[in-house]
């Protein structure tokens, strides 16, 4: 049997709602539906590629700005101040980021039209914290992993974005960062790992300094998407490198601006559901299978909640997963972006809506980081959502603690989520000595202390104290080095494959677990560095049982890991079905 809810359209008795499992509805207001059908079949415009959307199906403008509704697609609860939006056109502008890296790896020809891309693009400091993480070590063959965080805007800092994004009245507001994701490429571009944060995850935001005007911001505690409002990026990546212990090498931003034209960049995307869908509040309707969507299709897929899963904010980040699965697969068949004269126009675009940190304010250094991506095979891109669980009766989430340790783990020590890299692992080790190549009172170890985060300071002495226990146990050429790091994890690292023996007996003299042993061109002799997680004592801490040490090898099951390849359909919400 039907009923009309609150928003005037038609949902199916009998399945749990949102607020029926806990989620807090007032977070995520949605802007309302135009006028339109409620039952039937969708119009053709909703179901035939390319096609332009008709009311209820696509997602038009309603609000007085032709962006959303008077509020920007609905206002909850403020955080600082800040009314609340919906996530669907920031979890687009992540996409248009990696799009637009893959597009200007094809558009930029011409020196004097290079130099004018290069103007567009805005740029900003990378870590606006006291303390910043040390960059990954390189692996045995030298090679290094990549950490960009991929941000989202809600600015309404021209008229073009409150066009896009409505709420006139949000102009001079702060911006927030309402889609987090961090995309990390493995040093041999094998494969390549997302992790989505959700916005309402409370965390220690650190201390910040605002490089523009000078303004500290001092640490605190509150939602992750408020640390833009702490100077910038550069404090979401010091929040990022503080909570998650992985060290952020870039971070691209984008805003509103260009995300209608770049969502058409692929001729459109092939999403599938497993029933008929129609959520009025996001206006997505569709007929149960394969759709190709685009453009204001694409924003109400990515923009529902509704329509999917549970009606969580959860069901929706499955969706988002899917969608740019979906879109990754398109851009690699190499059979979309051909038109140069195209291209040319959406390379403007791209690096208009940008901002990037210094380190890739080029063209040509995004030309580059392009090529790094498309080495990576569809098959070995995982996409993830951090483990977490509802904090203060639901009105955020936290990490959930061993699992979302876990995906963090597996992050920093370069092993991919979806569980196929033990293999390569144990091929490795099975083909490496374990015996010491000399005797241990022989053997020369640095001891570097790396205990110093965002929050708190190294431990005075540190790698002195672990140098003289070595010394006891035997080791009578290990030494303190004086050389500052900063690291999540403690690590023994080996220059050579001849010297692994004399790092495992390192590693077992004090109770380092093997997985922490790591052969790396970065270091001359056996080197421990001690991480944050081991400030005290003289044998490394024994886990309690959770986090990587239950399966360092896999993506725990909280995370909803999803495949590059998968082309599975969306579940939808029973509440919504038509």
């Known amino acids: 049997m039907r009923h009309h809810d609150t928003d005037g359209g038609e949902t199916r008795r009998g399945a749990p709602t949102a607020a029926d499992r806990g989620w807090d509805e007032s977070l995520y207001g949605e802007r309302p539906a135009e006028p339109g059908p409620r039952s039937g079949r969708p119009s053709t415009a909703a179901s035939t590629p390319g096609a332009a959307p008709a009311p209820g199906a696509g997602g038009g403008r309603s609000g007085p700005d032709g962006g959303g509704a008077s509020g920007a697609d609905g206002e909850g609860p403020a955080v600082n101040g800040a009314p609340r939006r919906s996530r669907g056109r920031r979890v687009l502008r992540w996409s248009v980021a990696v799009l637009s890296v893959l597009i200007l790896a094809t558009a930029a020809a011409g020196y004097f039209y290079y130099q004018h891309l290069n103007g567009n693009l805005s740029k900003d400091d990378l870590n606006l914290g ?166 204001e299709q694409a924003l109400s897929w990515l923009r529902t909640r509704h329509g999917f899963g549970d009606g969580t904010d959860i069901g929706r980040a499955r969706a988002q997963h899917m969608y740019m699965n979906a879109m990754v697969r398109q851009l690699k068949s190499g059979t979309k972006l051909s038109d140069p004269g195209k291209l040319r126009g959406l390379a403007e675009s791209a690096t208009k809506a940008l901002t990037v940190d210094k380190g890739i304010g080029t063209v040509k250094k995004l030309y580059d980081l392009g090529n790094d991506l498309k080495q990576v095979p569809t098959k070995r891109i995982t996409m993830a959502t951090m483990p977490w669980e509802y904090g203060g009766g639901g009105s955020y989430v936290v990490p959930k603690k061993d699992d979302a340790d876990q995906v963090f783990s597996l992050v920093r020590n370069d092993v991919a989520l979806d569980g196929k890299d033990r293999k390569k692992a144990e091929a490795s080790k099975s083909a490496q000595p374990t015996e010491p190549s000399q005797p241990k009172a022989d053997l020369p170890v640095s001891v570097m202390n790396g205990t110093g985060t965002s929050l708190q300071r190294p431990v005075t002495g540190r790698a002195g104290q672990v140098a003289q226990t070595l010394t006891r146990k035997g080791f009578g050429r290990a030494a303190a080095d004086p050389t500052p790091q900063s690291r999540a994890d403690t690590t023994v690292r080996y220059p050579r494959e001849e010297l692994r023996g004399d790092a495992l007996a390192v590693a077992e003299a004090l109770g380092v677990p093997e997985r922490l042993v790591k052969h790396s061109t970065g270091v001359q002799q056996v080197t421990l560095v001690i991480g944050a997680d081991w400030r005290e004592g003289a044998r490394y801490p024994k886990s309690d049982g959770g986090g990587a040490d239950k399966d360092h090898h896999k993506a725990p099951d909280s995370a909803d890991a999803l495949r590059g390849d998968d082309k599975k359909c969306m579940d939808v919400n029973p509440n919504y079905t038509w």
């Open 130 to 295: 006291d303390n910043k993480l040390h960059h990954s070590d390189p692996n045995a063959a030298g090679q290094t992993p990549l950490n960009i965080l991929l941000l989202g805007s809600d600015s309404r800092a021209s008229e073009e974005n409150v066009r896009l994004g409505g709420s006139r009245a949000d102009r001079d507001r702060p911006p927030l960062a309402d889609v987090q994701m961090l995309l990390h490429v493995s040093a041999d571009r094998s494969n390549m790992s997302v992790v989505s944060i959700p916005r309402d995850t409370r965390t220690t935001i650190p201390k910040c300094t605002d490089p523009d005007d000078g303004k500290v911001y001092p640490t605190t505690t509150d939602k992750i998407n408020t640390s833009l409002q702490h100077g910038g990026p550069g404090c979401t990546v010091a929040t990022w490198e503080e909570m998650t212990g992985i060290p952020v090498d870039h971070f691209m931003m984008i805003d509103f601006s260009g995300v209608v034209s770049m969502a058409d960049a692929v001729g459109g995307v092939p999403v599938c559901v497993k029933e008929n869908v129609h959520d009025p509040k996001s206006k997505l309707k569709l007929e149960k299978g394969t759709s190709v969507i685009k453009g």
